[in-house]
């Protein structure tokens, strides 16, 4: 027989169990409240667009958004587009703004842009497949025929970017690129053909 456990541990794991079920309700409360605020605020944006145009013509659009809106002119065509394509928000319960953004299709932008990471430099792999092509497309337009050093060369190259790229996509994205879908001899034939 198991000892019973300690009141104490008992009573924090049901205070925890209860504040998580509260924060889940609020929390769910809280994302139909954005995307509600949201949708209406496009509504707003579309009737007051129409109204700017008509009076001061299309072009002054982007003006008034600058010194009128708090957002970006992005968020505001997001918002639009939201209150254009869906026409009850109640039947998006449960789900976040970018959810609802993404079901739709408009792209949205990282939160906060200063935490962007910076442009860093491409992995070798890439800078050669850039290389390849701009050679590749580059001796398709001249039209001459390639001598039998550079398509080894090309073959050696190629032959590197795919291993590289099948562990990277075979091992985090658990595509499936097994020998037998994609064999040596149609990767080689396939090189063939960009050589000739």
Do not use: C
Not at 108 to 119: D, I, L, Q, S
Not at 148 to 175: K, M, N, V
């Amino acid at each position: 027989m198991n000892p019973p456990a300690p009141t104490t541990a008992v009573a924090e794991i049901n205070r925890l169990y209860d504040e998580a079920q509260r924060l889940a309700t609020e929390s769910r409360a809280s994302l139909q409240a954005a995307l509600a605020a949201a949708w209406s605020a496009g509504r707003l944006l579309l009737e007051e667009k129409k109204r700017v145009r008509r009076l001061m013509g299309g072009g002054a659009w982007l003006l008034w958004l600058e010194q009128n809106f708090h957002g970006a002119p992005r968020t505001a065509q997001n918002y639009m587009r939201l209150a254009r394509e869906v026409a009850d928000v109640v039947s998006l319960r449960g789900m976040s703004l970018r959810q609802v953004y993404f079901r739709l299709g408009i792209a949205t932008e990282p939160k906060e842009r200063e935490t962007r990471t910076r442009a860093v430099s491409l992995p070798p792999h890439i800078r050669l497949a850039n290389r390849l092509l701009v050679a590749l497309k580059t001796r398709s337009r001249q039209r001459h025929a390639a001598t039998l050093e550079q398509a080894a060369a090309y073959r050696r190259d190629l032959r590197a970017l795919f291993e590289h790229l099948q562990r990277l996509f075979s091992t985090e994205t658990g595509a499936n690129f097994s020998p037998s879908r994609v064999s040596n001899h149609h990767t080689h034939e396939n090189i063939g053909r960009i050589e000739r």
